[in-house]
């Protein structure tokens, strides 16, 4: 998390602690409040940010909605031609082996 985001969800949770105290004190408006803003803070602690796509001829942002692993390839045409270009990479560095003349 960079150092703006961080400062953002502590301002958050600062004044969700707030809301939480005045909610316990039975203000039910404070009690919303304090759910709403601990969910932002939630959401931006999560956010790393979108990110480009690791193809080298693509500058796509990437969009992750917040499950599974982030993505590395902003289409499965990037990650097609990635895993196309590794599988001709790899078969050029293996030789076929040498017949021998007996």
Known sequence: MDTTRHVEVCALLRRAESAAQDAVNGDQ?????TLALVADARQRAEDTGSGICAHP???NELHYVGRGRRPL???A???TDIYQATQM???????PPRKTTA
Do not use: G, H, K
């Open 29 to 33: 408006a404070a009690a919303r409040t």
């Open 73 to 75: 390839y902003c289409s």
């Open 57 to 59: 001829d693509c500058s």
């Open 77 to 79: 045409e990037c990650r």
């Open 89 to 95: 990479a790899a078969r050029a560095l293996i030789r």
